[in-house]
């Protein structure tokens, strides 16, 4: 089974700075696709950004990007001039091959952004 | 506009009485999953459905049940075997293209009293 790990169940930053958030998975497929799932206040889960494990080339959506290392099987996010708005549950998801694609979801980690 | 509704938001019920959630979604999506949200827990899936008429068992089915029999459709029935039902339940759906995207309802929040 997949497992997928948040080591930082709460992290702090000033506005305008940038912090990292951390992922390990376990897993035995060498294909597969990795997540982060933004959850603010409303609690609607938003899409952040999304890596295939083919691709070695990180991904990036404007502030935010990814350090994807597959012989670690670790996928950090970075948030680059962090904004108030950013303050929300930050989720890792791994994609379950073969599983009905669903996806296998790490426990969170709170990030909370200050003036 | 497109996307999926979950009804109701809040639902409180009595110990040892079933409960259904429904979710409904415009997005001609083929797949549709069931998730339950426990603070400090993450999403852990309950059940799944890639197809009409057919659904499978996620890693904690044990006390629901879940019903596919329109492609829009996929309530979920809370059953008085779980033991511990009060928790947010968040629907999702997912396309043909299967690179991992789920669009997620606004979440089913129930009290067990």
């Known amino acids: 089974a997949q497992t997928v790990t948040q080591s930082q169940p709460e992290m702090s930053v000033q506005e305008a700075e940038t912090v990292t958030l951390s992922c390990t998975y376990d897993?035995?497929?060498?294909?597969?696709?990795l997540f982060w799932y933004k959850q603010p206040p409303s609690r609607q889960m938003i899409l952040v950004i999304r890596?295939?494990?083919?691709?070695?080339q990180n991904a990036t959506e404007n502030r935010f990007s990814v350090n994807f290392q597959k012989a670690a099987k670790s996928f950090s996010l970075k948030i680059s001039d962090s904004q108030l708005g950013d303050t929300a549950m930050y989720f890792c998801a791994f994609m379950k091959p073969h599983s009905g694609y669903a996806l296998n979801f790490g426990k969170g980690t709170s990030l909370l952004v200050t003036p | 506009d497109g996307g999926i509704t979950q009804s109701p938001k809040y639902l409180f019920r009595k110990e040892g009485q079933n409960v259904t959630l429904s979710c409904e979604q415009n997005l001609n999506h083929d797949a549709m999953y069931w998730y339950r949200q426990d603070p400090g827990q993450g999403l852990r899936l309950i059940y799944y459905?890639?197809?009409?008429?057919?659904?499978q068992k996620g890693d904690i089915a044990e006390g629901y049940s879940v019903s596919r029999e329109k492609k829009e459709s996929f309530p979920l029935t809370v059953t008085s075997a779980q033991k511990n039902p009060t928790a947010f339940y968040l629907c999702?759906?997912?396309?043909?293209?299967?690179?991992?995207?789920?669009?997620f309802g606004e979440g089913s929040r129930l009290t067990v009293l």
């Open positions: 890596q295939e494990a083919y691709k070695q």
């Open positions: 897993t035995s497929e060498n294909n597969y696709y």
């Open positions: 459905s890639q197809i009409v008429n057919d659904f």
């Open positions: 999702a759906s997912s396309g043909k293209s299967h690179t991992g995207e789920l669009f």
